[in-house]
């Protein structure tokens, strides 16, 4: 019988293909319906077994499991595509990416011996990197960024209750995935915004 870890691993990857399968359905002429229909179909699909092992299992095997976080973002652009959430204001959403893409620059190159400091050991309970998360997710929800307080405070209970295998609170919060699509959506942002000033003059 599958655990919860292996559950929410299928789903976060079920998930990952059902965002960009909803985005690119939108720009085909189907009804919200239709659309939906169509996307819950591309999911079955993935969760349906193949040889022994859901077609989502064998992707699970080569990019491993998602973080919460990941889980969050792609629930919140899927509700979004469908209607089911409003849009976000576009500087609350710059502000969660600038947020993911700190903390990737954060995490990845020192974790990767750029430097001294080793900030993944501190994903292994450390007392004072609970209580920075703690200020994260309150200045998230004070500064009107939902997605940051609800992705660290997800993350923190899903690791509080050892949800994955993996014992490292930085698994739950970031993942390479995440990582690579904040730096090109706020790269993305930031040229479609110089565009516009430049095109403004």
Same mark, same amino acid.
């Given at each position: 019988?599958?655990?919860?870890?292996?559950?929410?691993?299928?789903?976060?990857?079920?998930?990952?293909?059902?965002?960009?399968?909803? *985005?690119?359905?939108? !720009?085909?002429?189907?009804?919200? !319906?239709?659309?939906?229909?169509?996307?819950?179909?591309?999911?079955?699909?993935?969760?349906?077994?193949?040889?022994?092992?859901?077609?989502?299992?064998?992707?699970? @095997?080569?990019?491993?499991?998602?973080?919460?976080?990941?889980?969050? #973002?792609?629930?919140?652009?899927?509700? !979004? %595509?469908?209607?089911?959430?409003?849009? @976000?204001?576009?500087?609350?959403?710059?502000?969660?990416?600038?947020?993911?893409?700190?903390?990737?620059? *954060?995490?990845?190159?020192?974790?990767? @011996?750029?430097?001294?400091?080793?900030?993944? %050991?501190?994903?292994?309970?450390?007392?004072?990197?609970?209580?920075?998360?703690?200020?994260?997710?309150?200045?998230?929800?004070?500064?009107?960024?939902?997605?940051?307080?609800?992705?660290?405070?997800?993350?923190?209970?899903?690791?509080?209750?050892?949800?994955?295998?993996?014992?490292?609170?930085?698994?739950?919060?970031?993942?390479? *995935?995440?990582?690579?699509?904040? #730096?090109?959506?706020?790269?993305?942002?930031?040229?479609?915004?110089?565009?516009?000033?430049?095109?403004?003059?």
């Amino acid at each position: 019988m599958a655990n919860f870890s292996d559950l929410t691993g299928l789903a976060g990857i079920a998930l990952a293909a059902a965002a960009p399968s909803s *985005m690119a359905l939108a !720009r085909l002429p189907l009804s919200k !319906r239709a659309s939906i229909l169509a996307t819950g179909a591309v999911v079955v699909l993935l969760l349906i077994p193949f040889g022994g092992l859901p077609l989502a299992g064998y992707v699970r @095997g080569i990019v491993g499991d998602l973080s919460i976080s990941t889980l969050v #973002v792609l629930g919140v652009v899927t509700g !979004r %595509r469908f209607g089911m959430l409003s849009p @976000g204001v576009s500087p609350r959403r710059v502000g969660s990416l600038l947020f993911l893409v700190i903390a990737a620059c *954060m995490l990845y190159p020192l974790a990767l @011996g750029v430097g001294a400091c080793d900030p993944y %050991r501190l994903g292994y309970g450390e007392p004072w990197f609970l209580g920075l998360l703690l200020v994260f997710a309150l200045g998230g929800i004070a500064l009107r960024l939902p997605l940051v307080a609800a992705s660290i405070s997800l993350a923190v209970l899903a690791w509080a209750a050892g949800w994955y295998e993996s014992g490292n609170l930085w698994d739950y919060l970031l993942d390479p *995935m995440l990582a690579a699509y904040s #730096v090109l959506a706020l790269a993305f942002w930031l040229f479609r915004w110089f565009g516009f000033r430049l095109r403004a003059r």
